[in-house]
């Protein structure tokens, strides 16, 4: 099962699909080399933020291991209750990256030389308008 991978960088988010990840045995929170990712992040610093396992439960950085757990919550992940005092129970996967995991959010710490906008130049394009889109309609 393919891994996505989403780099963060000043606000843009840069994806990868990975078939194996190197990142197996690393736990949220660690910090990695480029490298380890992509050839072409060499001299990127990056972090492991969150992610997903193949079923949508988050990763927790609180939750030691790789298992699933249900947690009770008082505020954060899903708690749209306006009420005081409300708590809910929701179940939540390990900071330890597996097999499972099947989405991961990585953030930049440190950029390389080459920035992200090069190395992915078919991400984050600027959209077209109405008008651009007739014109190409037209021709």
Known sequence: MPVKINIAENGLTYRIEMETPPLIGK???DKIDGRDVKQELEHYELEIAGGSDFSGFPMSQSLEGLGLKKMLFSKGWGMHDKRKG???RKTVRGKIVSEKTAQLNLKVIKAGKTPLAQIFPDQNKPKESGEQIAQKAVA
Request: charged share 15%; glycine share 16%; proline share 0%.
């Open 86 to 88: 409300v708590r809910l």
């Open 27 to 29: 736990s949220v929170g």
